[in-house]
């Protein structure tokens, strides 16, 4: 059997490809094209047993009360090797039909979808979800940052076989997650979350999709006995308890966030949207704008479908002074 061919999977985090184009070395170069939080969370000491054996199940537990108490949530929780393992199952909840994902948005959904099996449409209005096998939804979404309600998430439940709801940017913008509502809502729903954005440790390779009863039994299922690392539960554990540190990370992505606005308002740029992770900017053109920061060795994230869109992370607390200049060469 011939396999199905999908269009590209373009994504941030593609510095190889700018260096070889712009030159420099890998430490000159500050790499905003991801919404990662540039200042992790400070990687507690990790129990040598946590290397050693599998995953037991009163560790794995603890991790999932982790969570449910950090989303607010009563719903299952289930670990992923990072929401986009989540993804790569999701097209076996059920048997292939129509998937419809509100666009543009994150790329992996749709080609996951067709990778099995389904047919797959990209609308542009919740009313145009309603009536799919299945539904996607990102929230807040990348990289525009559109949101949401959650009543209208929860009501468009009711009209769709499955409603995936992905909430891999919603750490710093929590009264805009389903979590907490998901006990009165229906048994088709799953919200997905990242662990790795907001706590700035993306190589973890940790995630969760929440979800109730038959559908959270299947994502079980699919998810197999050990589907996350002793270190990434030993770490993520921790890291989700820690309310302070929490507290303290959401203050300093949107004061950052905001002076990410400032540089960009004087370059002539617009904001078209984000999170306090990543903003997203209208340029007069954003494959000019993307080279004229490269060459200050800034490499950024630009869109297919957009000839003005430039999205940018936020840099790290030591490299404020290099974006700085570049913005001041682009105008």
Same mark, same amino acid.
């Given at each position: 059997?011939?396999?199905?061919?999908?269009?590209?999977?373009?994504?941030?985090?593609?510095?190889?490809?700018?260096?070889?184009?712009?030159?420099?070395?890998?430490?000159?170069?500050?790499?905003?094209?991801?919404?990662?939080?540039?200042?992790?969370?400070?990687?507690?000491?990790?129990?040598?047993?946590?290397?050693?054996?599998?995953?037991?199940?009163?560790?794995?537990?603890?991790?999932?009360?982790?969570?449910?108490?950090?989303?607010?949530?009563?719903?299952?929780?289930?670990?992923?090797?990072?929401?986009?393992?989540?993804?790569?199952?999701?097209?076996?909840?059920?048997?292939?039909?129509?998937?419809?994902?509100?666009?543009?948005?994150?790329?992996?959904?749709?080609?996951?979808?067709?990778?099995?099996?389904?047919?797959?449409?990209?609308?542009?209005?919740?009313?145009?979800?309603?009536?799919?096998?299945?539904?996607?939804?990102?929230?807040?979404?990348?990289?525009?940052?559109?949101? !949401?309600? *959650? &009543? #209208?998430?929860? =009501?468009? $439940? @009711?009209?769709?076989? /499955?409603? +995936?709801?992905?909430?891999? %940017?919603?750490?710093?913008?929590?009264?805009?997650?389903?979590?907490?509502?998901?006990?009165?809502?229906?048994?088709?729903?799953?919200?997905?979350?990242?662990?790795?954005?907001?706590?700035?440790?993306?190589?973890?390779?940790?995630?969760?999709?929440?979800?109730?009863?038959?559908?959270?039994?299947?994502?079980?299922?699919?998810?197999?006995?050990?589907?996350?690392?002793?270190?990434?539960?030993?770490?993520?554990?921790?890291?989700?308890?820690?309310?302070?540190?929490?507290?303290?990370?959401?203050?300093?992505?949107?004061?950052?966030?905001?002076?990410?606005?400032?540089?960009?308002?004087?370059?002539?740029?617009?904001?078209?949207?984000?999170?306090?992770?990543?903003?997203?900017? !209208?340029? *007069? &053109? #954003?494959?000019? =704008?993307? $080279? @004229?920061?490269?060459? /200050?060795? +800034?490499?950024?994230?630009? %869109?297919?479908?957009?000839?003005?869109?430039?999205?940018?992370?936020?840099?790290?607390?030591?490299?404020?002074?290099?974006?700085?200049?570049?913005?001041?060469?682009?105008?």
């Amino acid at each position: 059997m011939t396999p199905r061919l999908t269009p590209t999977r373009d994504h941030g985090g593609n510095l190889d490809s700018a260096m070889a184009r712009f030159g420099g070395s890998r430490d000159a170069w500050l790499d905003l094209s991801t919404g990662i939080n540039p200042v992790p969370y400070p990687v507690p000491a990790i129990p040598d047993e946590a290397w050693a054996v599998l995953p037991r199940r009163p560790e794995m537990e603890a991790l999932r009360e982790a969570a449910r108490m950090a989303y607010g949530t009563s719903a299952s929780v289930v670990p992923f090797a990072g929401a986009q393992a989540a993804i790569q199952v999701l097209p076996w909840i059920a048997k292939p039909a129509d998937a419809r994902v509100l666009a543009p948005t994150y790329n992996e959904h749709a080609a996951a979808f067709r990778m099995g099996g389904w047919r797959v449409e990209e609308v542009a209005s919740l009313d145009q979800l309603s009536g799919a096998d299945c539904a996607v939804v990102v929230n807040p979404n990348n990289p525009d940052g559109q949101v !949401h309600r *959650p &009543d #209208a998430l929860i =009501a468009l $439940a @009711g009209k769709v076989g /499955h409603l +995936i709801v992905d909430e891999s %940017f919603a750490d710093p913008m929590p009264e805009n997650s389903l979590a907490p509502g998901l006990e009165q809502a229906p048994d088709n729903l799953v919200v997905l979350r990242s662990f790795g954005k907001f706590y700035g440790l993306a190589g973890l390779r940790l995630g969760f999709a929440l979800a109730k009863g038959p559908t959270a039994a299947r994502l079980a299922e699919l998810a197999g006995p050990w589907p996350v690392s002793g270190p990434a539960i030993s770490i993520a554990t921790r890291a989700l308890a820690d309310q302070d540190w929490q507290a303290r990370t959401v203050q300093r992505l949107e004061r950052d966030a905001a002076q990410l606005d400032g540089l960009a308002a004087s370059a002539g740029w617009s904001c078209v949207g984000g999170t306090p992770l990543f903003r997203t900017y !209208h340029a *007069p &053109d #954003a494959t000019q =704008a993307q $080279a @004229g920061l490269a060459r /200050h060795h +800034i490499w950024t994230r630009i %869109f297919p479908y957009s000839g003005h869109w430039i999205r940018l992370g936020l840099p790290p607390e030591d490299r404020w002074d290099q974006l700085r200049q570049a913005f001041a060469g682009l105008s």
